[in-house]
């Protein structure tokens, strides 16, 4: 695709570009942004369970300002309904990292296997590059709350408040080596 967003998929059922790239007609569920929008977070959460196995994350809020303290963190990862205050210091704390405020708790507690996960670290690998990508591509289906992804440039962060980007901007890679 040329976009990931709600707009660009909409655009392209209105204009009749599905029709034209399968070269006959083609019904599409009227539902498709929100399947579309359901299989991007899937994907995203399925780097968040890898992380967990390979051990590349830390979960819970002690844990968490620890890694960020020690520098061993890549992504901070907060769940959207947690609650303000925690969050608000995590974030602080983590300065400069790339911060992921668009699941909520239970999305979070279920693709990591543990209840009541709020917050979360991913330490620096391949697997927060991935989620980080995966997360960039959700910003034009869903609403990204107080989240900094950072831009394909590595410089500009992608609005916490409207989730906007330019529609070249991609998150493809972070500065993690």
Not at 8 to 13: I, P, T
Not at 95 to 122: C, K, Y
Not at 157 to 173: K, Q, Y
Request: charged residues 25%; positive net charge.
């Amino acid at each position: 695709w040329l976009s990931a967003s709600r707009r660009a998929l909409e655009k392209a059922r209105a204009n009749g570009s599905f029709n034209r790239a399968a070269r006959g007609a083609v019904t599409l569920d009227a539902e498709l942004a929100e399947q579309v929008a359901e299989q991007l977070a899937v994907r995203a959460l399925n780097y968040l369970g890898l992380s967990l196995r390979a051990g590349a994350i830390a979960i819970g809020h002690d844990q968490v300002r620890t890694d960020l303290g020690a520098g061993r963190a890549a992504v901070l990862v907060q769940a959207s309904d947690g609650a303000p205050q925690p969050r608000g210091r995590l974030r602080a704390v983590a300065h400069g990292l790339p911060s992921v405020e668009m699941f909520s708790r239970d999305e979070l507690s279920q693709a990591l296997g543990r209840a009541n996960i709020v917050h979360a670290v991913l330490h620096k690998s391949r697997l927060s590059t991935l989620f980080l990508r995966e997360c960039g591509r959700l910003v034009g289906f869903r609403a990204i709350g107080e989240s900094r992804l950072p831009a394909a440039d590595g410089g500009t962060m992608i609005s916490p408040v409207t989730g906007s980007r330019a529609a070249n901007e991609t998150v493809d890679r972070v500065g993690i080596e």
